[in-house]
Nanobody, 124 residues
Framework: QVQLAESGGGLAQAGASLRLSCAAS????????LGWFRQAPGQEREFVAGISQGGSTVYTDSVQGRFTVSRDNAKNAAYIEMTNLRPEDTAVYYC??????????????????WGQGSQVTVSS
């Protein structure tokens, strides 16, 4: 059973940067797609970015060019670097692991394991 734990969230001003980490335990994440989702108050959870087992990445349009997702299989971890933050990026951010062998799913139902979430708040 893989367990995921996010860290690194907090309060930031618009235009600032934050880096979230996702540490895995209970199993190796090298065989999983790792995804980042976010959920703002009153809204559905949405896909933000994902990285495949081989290192390919995809992003939702609103963060393309501002966020960078990465993984370090040796450390059993994933990261998302968020730059030029905007107030609309405010949400609880979740990392997740999917066992799909190909592609990077964008829907939450395709992910098998989830972290507890980390709050990111961006002030204007």
């Amino acid at each position: 059973q893989v367990q995921l734990a996010e860290s690194g969230g907090g309060l930031a001003q618009a235009g600032a940067s934050l880096r979230l980490s996702c540490a895995a335990s209970g199993g190796t994440v090298s065989r999983f797609v790792l995804g980042w989702f976010r959920q703002a108050p009153g809204q559905e959870r949405e896909f933000v970015a994902g990285i495949s087992q081989g290192g390919s990445t995809v992003y939702t349009d609103s963060v393309q060019g501002r966020f960078t997702v990465s993984r370090d299989n040796a450390k059993n971890a994933a990261y998302i670097e968020m730059t030029n933050l905007r107030p609309e990026d405010t949400a609880v951010y979740y990392c997740a692991a999917s066992a799909v062998p190909l592609g990077i799913p964008r829907i939450s139902q395709m992910y098998n394991y989830w972290g507890q979430g980390s709050q990111v708040t961006v002030s204007s």
